[in-house]
T-cell receptor, first 110, second 115 residues
């Protein structure tokens, strides 16, 4: 079983749709969680950190459920520019070993 | 300011040859990571440096892979006797340790093709 697993995708949604991505992690001692975005043939960039209390940044909302070892990302009012691969990232105890999920591809169409 | 840079951007090599990939982190960033990304796959953690030392080398796929960092800055990833399965994009990232930010800043990667 992979340490971090994500919805396989791809997700094909129309502009304006709401889309949710899920991610599960296996190491209960994991300490920090993130969503990164990767555009085609580009390097990953941090989208947002994920906190237990949930956090929101504009159209993006991230949630963490430590009991279920589950992370989610919700995108509201999807834009064409949201088309990318979204990577779930877990930082393990010690604060250095970083595990990336395989990513979920999103296509937003006009 | 300058971001993370990597060189070369592309490398084509014959099976069995050695290759050396270079990473220049953001100035002042003490943490440096190497990852590998195969086509259509997620990032595979290879190694992490804190300063010049690597606390965890368990991600290196085989003993053909080695990495070093000198002066707490530039890092090189060396692959000896390359194999076709080594073909991938090798990404480097750096992170500062100020405050509680764990954001990693990635370089553009080196695309390695082993023929």
């Amino acid at each position: 079983r992979k340490e971090v697993e994500q919805d396989p995708g791809p997700f094909n949604v129309p502009e304006g749709a709401t889309v949710a991505f899920n991610c599960t992690y296996s190491n209960s001692a994991s300490q920090s969680f993130f969503w990164y975005r990767q555009d085609c043939r580009k390097e990953p960039k941090l989208l947002m950190s994920v906190y237990s209390s949930g956090n929101e940044d504009g159209r993006f909302t991230a949630q963490l459920n430590r009991a279920s070892q589950y992370i989610s990302l919700l995108i509201r009012d999807s834009k064409l520019s949201d088309s990318a691969t979204y990577l779930c990232v877990v930082l393990n105890t010690g604060g250095f070993k970083t595990i990336f999920g395989a990513g979920t591809r999103l296509f937003v169409k006009a | 300011g300058a971001g993370v840079s990597q060189s070369p951007s592309n490398k084509v090599t014959e099976k069995g040859k050695d290759v050396e990939l270079r990473c220049d982190p953001i100035s002042g960033h003490t943490a440096l990571y190497w990852y590998r990304q195969s086509l259509g796959q997620g990032l595979e953690f290879l190694i992490y440096f804190q300063g010049n030392s690597a606390p965890d080398k368990s991600g290196l796929p085989s003993d053909r892979f080695s990495a070093e960092r000198t002066g707490g800055s530039v890092s090189t990833l060396t692959i000896q006797r390359t194999q076709q399965e080594d073909s991938a994009v090798y990404l480097c990232a750096s992170r500062g340790l100020a405050g509680y930010s764990y954001e990693q800043y990635f370089g553009p990667g080196t695309r390695l093709t082993v023929t």
